[in-house]
């Protein structure tokens, strides 16, 4: 659904564009496109945009943490505990996986960043795979059994 943006609405000095952005973020949104679209660079919320484009590289790297350490906690359960393994965790593993591999496709330096948080993210799956079996932290290697290749192999799961 889009918002129908008016000339009226669009003529705001700078103060008001940032009263828009805490008012109506979506209006605001539209705004800035506007502007952009039309050469209205005088007439940008800078302070705002920049905010937003910071964000966006941070949501970004949050989400590929968050689906990495998904993986690897599923991983973690499906090695330790192979009495329990269930369908469910299989299309945890492949739907997190395919998360990643589009964010890569999307962002291709995402790639770097995913190698160099590897490490702290399987300590943090170490973590959540202990509080979701029950099992000791101690009962999970400290280095990770899978390589961050492995990770991301749709087809690899551990014995």
């Avoid at 605001?28 to 919320?45: A, N, V």
């Avoid at 959540?128 to 101690?138: C, F, I, R, W, Y």
């Amino acid at each position: 659904m889009s918002l129908t943006i008016t000339n009226e609405s669009l003529a705001t000095t700078n103060l008001e564009n940032t009263s828009l952005y805490d008012l109506d973020y979506c209006v605001w949104i539209e705004s800035m496109s506007q502007f952009l679209r039309e050469g209205k660079f005088t007439e940008l919320d800078i302070p705002n945009l920049l905010e937003e484009l910071d964000d966006m590289s941070g949501s970004q790297r949050d989400a590929l943490e968050s689906n990495l350490e998904i993986v690897l906690m599923h991983l973690l359960k499906y090695r330790f505990q192979p009495q329990l393994r269930s369908r469910s965790w299989l299309l945890t593993i492949f739907e997190h996986r395919n998360r990643l591999k589009k964010a890569f496709k999307r962002s291709p330096s995402l790639q770097r960043y995913y190698q160099e948080v590897f490490p702290e993210c399987y300590q943090t799956a170490r973590k959540m795979a202990s509080l979701e079996t029950g099992l000791m932290m101690s009962d999970f290697p400290e280095i990770s059994p899978f390589t961050a290749e492995q990770s991301l192999d749709i087809d690899y799961l551990p014995d």
